[in-house]
């Protein structure tokens, strides 16, 4: 995945304690390599060809027979001796200067057969999660309707809206339906122009667009739902974002937007999560047991699981480690690095595998 990318750490048992080595090249390459070795040095003056690449490391691993690591308590007592600045816990950690380049197409532990499955299990949720909410918010703005159940935001409005002799009726749901159809149909439309940019585009744009589809657009169609405006009042979103604007990005304006949208978010959502449980209780409260109403339970489960992006908040915190630097603020510049390096791995893909390869690859390509 691509956690295996960057940071890389490789026990040699031959490495003396705290010592660096770099063996000598000799004509035949393979021979200047210890047996078992994962890593070789590399000069200006030789190639990298596809089989070293392969079995480069960015790094050895300093003290690796070091027997400070064997036991917990000899660890505890040994870094307690040492000053506080001199307490070393990574010795054998590295940012790799090329973000894993190198390896694309040479590692062999990138590719694995059920990257195929992986891809399929994708589309099937993403052509069952757009029928299933074209089918149920179409019934939903279209029907007859039945009795009116409670929400919040209709128990807010009422007095509002009675004062204007509006009645609420069933127009939340409506709402609500429309809203979501509209906004998938958004989210559609955005990966159809990403799709033309990478046929008729080139160089980062062309490489940009593919990497959003594959790693962004596809995975959000397949869980996306009028639910998932609730990830933003998860107890971790909702500290996750009020730790970044106070430390990160403060300004007054955004800590009084923060407290204010998201008790509305909250009161929205829920009415989103109510609205879509109630549209899909006749695949559930049933007696039949067929397709139609496993996948349908299957889907709101699916969008249930969906709302908390946990994958997200992991890579945007992976890259706020790996590119915003000590600081953890991502600048322009940073920001710049991590779009072209991201292109520059989406090209190396599909340029170093076949083309069903590379595909399967790119979706599930993960942290």
């Not at 939903?140 to 209709?154: N, P, R, S």
């Not at 996948?295 to 992976?318: E, F």
């Amino acid at each position: 995945g691509r956690g295996e990318r960057t940071l890389r750490a490789d026990a040699e048992p031959n490495l003396e304690p705290g010592k660096l080595v770099a063996p000598q090249m000799a004509t035949d390459q393979k021979e200047a390599i210890p047996e078992g070795t994962s890593s070789i040095p590399v000069t200006d003056s030789m190639d990298l060809t596809a089989s070293q690449a392969m079995r480069r490391r960015n790094v050895w691993y300093q003290g690796a027979s070091d027997p400070k690591w064997d036991d917990v308590n000899t660890a505890w007592k040994l870094l307690q001796a040492e000053a506080r600045g001199h307490r070393v816990f990574f010795e054998h950690l590295q940012i790799a200067e090329d973000g894993g380049y190198i390896e694309i197409g040479t590692k062999p532990e990138l590719w694995y057969g059920s990257r195929y499955f992986s891809s399929v299990i994708l589309f099937v949720f993403i052509f069952y999660n757009i029928y299933y909410i074209v089918e149920t918010d179409l019934i939903t703005i279209f029907g007859a309707g039945g009795d009116e159940e409670y929400l919040l935001t209709a128990t807010l409005l009422a007095p509002i809206l009675n004062h204007f002799d509006i009645d609420v009726g069933r127009n939340p749901q409506k709402i609500v339906s429309v809203v979501e159809l509209l906004l998938m149909l958004g989210l559609i439309m955005k990966t159809l122009v990403n799709a033309i940019k990478a046929v008729a585009s080139d160089g980062h744009r062309r490489w940009r667009a593919v990497a959003h589809i594959c790693w962004d657009q596809l995975p959000e169609l397949s869980i996306f739902s009028a639910m998932k405006c609730l990830q933003f009042v998860t107890p971790q979103q909702f500290f996750y974002d009020l730790n970044y604007i106070l430390w990160y990005d403060y300004a007054h304006w955004k800590l009084v937007y923060h407290f204010i949208t998201r008790p509305l978010t909250l009161i929205i959502g829920l009415d989103c999560f109510l609205i879509k449980y109630r549209m899909s209780f006749g695949f559930i409260a049933t007696s039949t047991l067929n397709s139609k109403n496993v996948i349908g339970a299957v889907v709101l489960l699916n969008q249930v699981i969906g709302v908390v992006q946990v994958s997200r908040t992991i890579k945007t915190r992976l890259y706020r480690f790996v590119f915003g630097g000590e600081d953890g603020i991502m600048s322009h510049r940073e920001k710049v690095r991590q779009y072209v390096w991201e292109a520059m791995i989406a090209q190396a893909i599909f340029q170093r595998y076949p083309m069903d390869k590379a595909i399967a690859m790119m979706l599930s390509w993960c942290d």
